[in-house]
């Protein structure tokens, strides 16, 4: 069975700090990693993804995150934040060993304060 | 619309009751999922269709939560006899494709109360 941890329920952080959401996973087989961000009232949207390659990926809006094997982790990292970066961030592992089931972490609450 | 629409936005029910919840996909996506949000949890999954079967159903709770696709676009989640446990966000997502290369896109989902 697979799962997802996220140490941080609520993150707060003020304007043009450095921020980094920590998330580690667990699973038997290969596996695939997600960020999806759910900004106030609105739907959920995929904000990076590790399928396969290089193991630092990013986003279109300053976002990075690093696929880890060894420590099984996914932590999302962004070296200054903005205001319109609050929002709930969900870490999601998904792999063969789940016929790619995506399996969700609890959540992480980023509030940035001016 | 260009988006995955949930209707409704918002159900409130009686203990005991049946309820239907609708997924407009995006047009074109053979791929539907749904998953329900419980207050303070990650989404959960619960089914997947590809086209008009369902590929996985072992997220559902019980047997008193069926999902149907029959044309392989729209589809319905049905819960009988409701629960106050019932009570949660469901979501419904499509993608082009199958997982996991294929991302999902999420509706804004449907906010079930059970009183």
């Known amino acids: 069975a697979q799962s997802v941890t996220q140490l941080d329920s609520q993150v707060p952080v003020f304007e043009e700090a450095p921020v980094e959401l920590r998330c580690n996973y667990s699973?038997?087989?290969?596996?695939?990693l997600f960020w999806y961000v759910q900004y106030p009232n609105q739907g959920l949207q995929l904000l990076l993804k590790?399928?396969?390659?290089?193991?630092l990926v990013e986003s279109i809006n300053g976002f990075e995150a690093e696929f880890n094997k060894s420590q099984t982790s996914f932590h999302l990292r962004k070296p200054s934040v903005h205001i319109s970066d609050t929002a709930e961030y969900f870490c999601?592992?998904?792999?063969?060993?789940?016929?790619?089931?995506?399996?969700f972490g609890k959540g992480t609450l980023l509030t940035v304060n001016p | 619309g260009a988006g995955v629409s949930q209707t409704p936005s918002n159900k409130v029910t009686e203990k005991g009751k049946y309820v239907e919840l609708r997924c407009d996909p995006i047009?074109?996506?053979?791929?539907l999922y749904w998953y329900r949000q419980s207050l303070g949890q990650g989404p959960e999954f619960l089914i997947y269709?590809?086209?008009?079967?369902?590929?996985?159903d072992s997220g559902l709770p019980n047997d008193r939560f069926f999902a149907v696709r029959p044309e392989g676009s729209v589809s319905t989640l049905k819960i009988q006899r409701t629960e106050r446990g019932d009570s949660a966000v469901y979501l419904c997502?499509?993608?082009?494709?199958?997982?996991?290369?294929?991302?999902?896109?999420f509706g804004p989902g449907t906010r079930l109360t059970v009183l």
């Open positions: 047009s074109g996506h053979t791929a």
């Open positions: 590790y399928l396969s390659g290089s193991t």
């Open positions: 269709f590809q086209g008009t079967g369902a590929a996985d």
């Open positions: 999601a592992v998904t792999g063969s060993g789940s016929n790619y089931k995506l399996t």
């Open positions: 699973s038997s087989v290969s596996v695939y």
């Open positions: 997502a499509s993608s082009f494709g199958p997982p996991p290369y294929n991302e999902q896109f």
